[in-house]
């Protein structure tokens, strides 16, 4: 992925003083990434004790020196340049700073892990951190919390497959219903994460089957083996646990999280976690969800049920990753004053302060599930008192499934800096940091679904390692600019590649969120999927079935009024301004119109359009994009790997067959819906 040899070529080829404990598992990293880089390509390096001053003569005989931070008072600029440069030290695990002095470089980690992504730092700048002066400059990040869900499967499930919602091929831990004996993709996985900041990861499931759910008992020596391959790299360990473990592993008549006996398991099982990984980062629990277990089985909430395995976790240190994804899964189609949307603020915003301070409640961006594009969930507006991770889908379930070229960064970026309480209040990026408000002190941070497998490019559709890139990014630094980490990508992943590669790049990737959404589900209206594997056009799929996924088209309109005076009410769950800006369809953005809005088809939009005409033409545009950026692919050939272009042209043509077929089958519904005919005479089936 981002880390070929040729990335750390500008670091390999230079003199490096590094003073990094080898006993320390990260800091024997450092020393190990260094010396490969420095063997590969003629470098050296010089290995000191952390403990020991760093003169400065010996400093500066060297153009790179990489040191940990000493927790000394600052004596004076020739005595030891590391010790002097300790003032206004962020607090935060994983900080570092950088100054450029003369013809030194010098990296400062607070910690072992913030050597790793300082050294890091250094392979992203390349060469050009190697010039010039540099006043010392410090990073931290942003979210205490930089965490991926694994969807792995230890049995192939026979709907899901391996891999749960997984696009590349089966499960890098998991084989033959056991944990692979050759865990080597694991330790490659864990250098790629480390090298972007992610600090933590769940190797399961959060549909906890029952082979996945024996990982927290039998399985534990297995879990240790991958704990000791991401404990290099700075990752902790998280296991998805199911809520009725306590009966279904231990026997037990009953998982009611108020049971002492039910209690005192989950303490027995945790401190057996802890003997065998004693860095565990906790758990993630979907309860209550889809046919999940959970705590309603016993009229208790998800307070009590959260809090339960939190108090387990508490004497370790452990936290409980509970999701709020939670609604009716067997709603009747007819009965239009049940909103899905609805459903996680409803239960979860009534429990606000409530949560134990080591409970993360773990909420998606949006009310429904992970579409091309819905509004923020208000959920995240409505806990000022828990603390809350918002989850995204690096995976692309809804978003084309990684045979699509679809670049999610600009999408959450969007995402992470909209104000929930509109101009100058706080961004969602805030609330899941937990800065700039009243709860400061509860930090969490962002969460996504990882969309790598066994596959040989690691994400199926190469371009789609640009997706866990740029979340690794965002989730160190929200306010990023998506367009400089996509850069950063592109560099580090083609170091080579001539400004033609670049720009065909830029030029398939750039709009491609955007360009996806033009070709299917129209203005925020969300699914129109194929049921269960979700996957191309079906506009009606969903909507006489019991998910609550409906959009409502007739012969006079579309879309799903969840406004406070005629509808659902769901827009009255959000905070001034938004729920007037959404309430009123004069003032609703267009892109999600039909989101809050039952409109007629011929209802014009801001833009000013009908919702017909924009449909013909968003989706005659969107897809007749995806035949320019074939092209413009194919035009490269020679000038890339030769199998990751064929992977990627096979990949296009995909997404150009099925972009035709998204937009045929939408234009067709709506004309044959509201008999209007596109203006521009455009053909109509």
Partial sequence: MWLPDEALRPLGERRVLVAAGTDDPVGATVVAEVRAATARWGGSVTVASPDASLPVEEARGHDVVLALVQPSTPTTASDDPVRTLTADVPTASGSFGVLREGATTTVLGLDPVGLLYGLHHLVRAGAGTFDGEAALTWHAP??????????????????????????????????????????????????????????????????????????????????????????PHGIRVHLSVSFAAPMTLGGLPTSDPLDADVQAWWAARVADVYDAVPDFGGFVVKADSEGQPGPFAYGRDHADGANLLARALKPFGGTVFWRAFVYDHKQDWRDRSTDRARAAHDHFSPLDGRFDDNVVLQVKYGPMDFQTREPVSPVIAAMPRTRLAVELQVTQEYTGQQKHAVWLGPQWSEILRFRPWGDGGRTVADVAAGTGGPDDARRAGLVAVSNVGDDAFWTGHPLAQANLYSFARLAWDPSADPQTLLDEWIGLTFPDADPVVRETLHRVLDDSWRTYEDYTAPLGVGFMVRPGHHYGPDVDGYEYTPWGTYHFADRDGIGVDRTRATGTGFTGQFPAPWRDVYEDVTTCPDELLLFFHHVPWSHVLHSGVSVAQHVYDTHWDGAARTVENAAAWDAIAGQVPADLHARVAERLAEQVRSAHEWRDQLRTYVFRHSGIPDATGRTVY
């Avoid at 899901?160 to 056991?178: H, K, L, T």
């Avoid at 944990?179 to 080597?184: I, P």
């Avoid at 250098?191 to 927290?216: D, F, K, M, P, Q």
Wanted: without cysteine; hydrophobic residues 40%.
């Fill in 142 to 231: 942003v979210n205490e919390l930089r965490m991926l869900d694994h969807w792995d499967n230890v049995d192939v499930h026979p709907v899901m497959g391996q891999v749960e919602r997984g696009y590349a091929g089966g499960s890098i831990f998991y084989a033959d219903g056991r944990v692979r004996e050759d865990l080597s993709r694991v330790a490659s996985y864990g250098r790629l994460l480390g090298s972007v900041g992610i600090n933590a990861v769940a190797i399961n499931n959060v549909n906890v089957h029952h082979t996945e759910a024996r990982l927290l008992t039998d399985g534990l020596p297995d879990v240790a083996r991958i704990a000791d391959l991401f404990r």
